[in-house]
Structures are given as structure tokens and as C-alpha cells.
């Protein structure tokens, strides 16, 4: 469908729409671009508070897995008016201008319609330097592949909408899903990698396809050494998955190689329709320990080496 729609040639699009990356990047001056994107998502935990300052944080992610720094927001809103009382809007936007001054930037407009399920999110603008931009599309065969939070959390939400997950889980979550990427981003910027995306709505493995699509190489992950929120294992064990992770594993049929071990059960977690997830960061391997000292040392939920970049075969190799 994409193909279809026009192309455009302006010089000063730095990334635009010929690669899957997370934001548009636009050079102003030699030495100043602008990094622009939006987002927006249903409401995935109950508390009204909770889904703003998730959906923030999930907006902003984008810019930071561009090495960019975010400096203003616009709010984007769907709500049921009449339906339900508009306190809810008011704690779903406070979360989010919460979420947003967090990161140093300003919640300056927005806009809203009339729509009968409840939608939150963010366009942003940031800002970096032309030579400083990081996209997914760059990864260097060698690279050690880097996450830096947990995964699970779409099967998780599922639990939540089905009064199946544990309270204990469910702050787990909400803590995952409301941090930022910022201090994983200041990591990544100050150590220097080849490549970076955040781990959203196509699961690790959907966007690392489109960091080996658009940089022309292949990959294997380790299933162990990807970090798990240990009830999603449960959860999923008892058919319990979003209808958006199964099908993140349909379209990525052909194209990842399954080594025997992978259970079923396995093959969906690394799919998993993340909502705020990590940073998954190609980083030359030479680099690899400093840049998981930095993230350890900046507390980052998760600072796990996983995978590495091999040669194009056109496939992503998983293995236990």
C-alpha cells in the first residue's frame, strides 16, 4: 500500500519513509536537525493516570532510539465524550505532561475528536545534530545485539483485560512501560553503535527483521539470554496472547529460521506486541561491555546482550 503513495525528494530528509525507522528526520543547518513523530495507543492497564504516562513514554521512545533529544509534544486524543466523566481525560493527559516533563520537554497543544474507545498518544519534536543520527538501518555484520528492557508485556496487558495477571505483575508492568528510554539513549550516544530501534507494536523480532532488512544483514538471538517478565511465561502457557503478537509471528514466517528447542510458547514471547518497550541497539562489538557497563551503571531495567548481526542470509536465526 505504502509503495503506492507518493515519494518525496527533498534533500533535507534525512530519514523518511524508504526505511521502517521510528521518526523523521529533517536538516535545518549543518550542525541542527529535527526529529519528528507520532503515536498513539488504546488504553493497555485500567488506572486512567497509568495509560497517559504509558503512552508518553512510549511517544518519546521513538525519538530517543534516534540518539535525539525530545523538546516539545502535542497531545493526540480520542475520547467518548458523554460516555465517560471527563476526570478521566484529565488524569490520562496529567499522566502524560508528567511523563513529558520527566523527559525535559513541554506538552505545548494537541487535539481531540469525538471517538468511542478512549486513544492517547503524542506527536514530538526533537532535536540532533545531522552526523549524530541514529536509525535502524545501519547495523554492521559483527555487531552485538543489545536490549534494554524486558519483554512480555502485550501478554501481559491481555492477562490485565483478563483479570488474569497478578497484582504484583501488574506494577511490574506499568513500571516497565512508564520508564523512559532516555538513560538507555544517553548510553547509546555516548559509547557510539551503528544502529538502534525501540522494541514496540511488531514485537523484538518484527523490528529487528527491519533493522536486517534495511541494513542488509542477518541475525541470531539467543532466546535464553533475552530478558522475560517471568509471569508473561505463565501467561502464555495458558493461552493467553494478543491477537497482535500471533500475528507478528504469521508475517514473519520465511523469514526466521526456529531451531528445534524453540517452543511454541517461546516463539510467541519473542514476538510479543511490546507497548513502551527497550532499546534494541546494534553496537560494535568492541564497544559491546562498555555499552552494557553504561546501562548498568544507568540503572536501565534490562542490559542484556541477546544476538548479533551476521551475514545477509535473509533471515533471523533463533536459537535456545
Excluded at 91 to 97: H, S, T, W
Excluded at 123 to 142: D, I, R, S
Excluded at 189 to 210: P, Y
Excluded at 297 to 302: G, H, R, W
Amino acid at each position: 500500500m505504502l509503495s503506492q503513495l507518493p515519494t518525496f525528494t527533498d534533500p533535507n530528509i534525512l530519514v523518511g519513509t524508504k526505511t521502517a525507522d521510528d521518526a523523521a528526520v529533517y536538516q535545518l543547518t549543518e550542525e541542527l536537525a529535527i526529529v519528528q513523530t507520532v503515536d498513539y495507543i488504546t488504553p493497555v492497564v485500567d488506572d486512567p493516570y497509568a495509560c497517559g504516562a504509558v503512552a508518553a513514554a512510549n511517544s518519546l521512545s521513538d525519538v530517543y532510539a534516534m540518539g535525539a533529544r525530545p523538546i516539545f509534544a502535542l497531545n493526540v486524543v480520542g475520547f467518548p465524550a458523554g460516555k465517560l466523566p471527563l476526570r478521566v481525560l484529565t488524569a490520562i493527559l496529567q499522566g502524560g505532561a508528567d511523563k513529558v516533563r520527566e523527559a525535559g520537554a513541554s506538552v505545548v497543544g494537541g487535539h481531540s475528536i469525538d471517538d468511542p474507545e478512549p486513544k492517547y498518544g503524542l506527536v514530538v519534536t526533537g532535536l540532533v545534530h545531522p552526523q549524530k543520527v541514529v536509525t535502524n538501518a545501519a547495523a554492521q555484520v559483527g555487531d552485538d545485539l543489545v536490549l534494554t528492557k524486558p519483554l512480555g508485556l502485550g501478554i501481559i496487558t491481555t492477562g490485565i483485560k483478563g483479570e488474569q495477571a497478578s497484582p504484583k505483575t501488574i506494577d511490574e508492568a506499568v513500571h516497565v512501560m512508564t520508564t523512559l528510554n532516555n538513560t538507555a539513549a544517553d548510553a547509546m550516544i555516548e559509547v557510539g553503535v551503528n544502529a538502534c530501534t525501540d522494541v514496540t507494536g511488531f514485537g523484538l523480532l518484527g523490528h529487528l527483521h527491519e533493522m536486517t532488512s534495511g541494513s542488509g544483514v542477518g541475525a541470531r538471538i539467543s532466546l535464553s539470554a533475552v530478558p522475560v517478565l517471568p509471569e508473561a511465561w505463565t501467561l502464555v502457557k495458558k493461552g493467553i496472547c494478543p491477537g497482535g503478537t500471533k500475528r507478528n509471528r504469521e508475517a514473519l514466517a520465511g523469514k526466521v529460521t526456529w531451531a528445534p528447542e524453540i517452543t511454541d510458547e517461546g516463539q510467541l514471547i519473542l514476538c510479543d506486541a511490546q507497548t513502551s518497550g527497550g532499546l534494541l541497539i546494534a553496537v560494535p562489538k568492541p564497544k559491546s561491555a562498555k555499552l552494557i557497563e553504561r546501562l548498568q551503571a544507568a540503572k536501565t531495567l534490562a542490559a542484556a546482550r541477546i544476538g548479533e548481526i551476521v551475514a545477509d542470509t535473509g533471515q533471523i536465526e533463533v536459537i535456545p
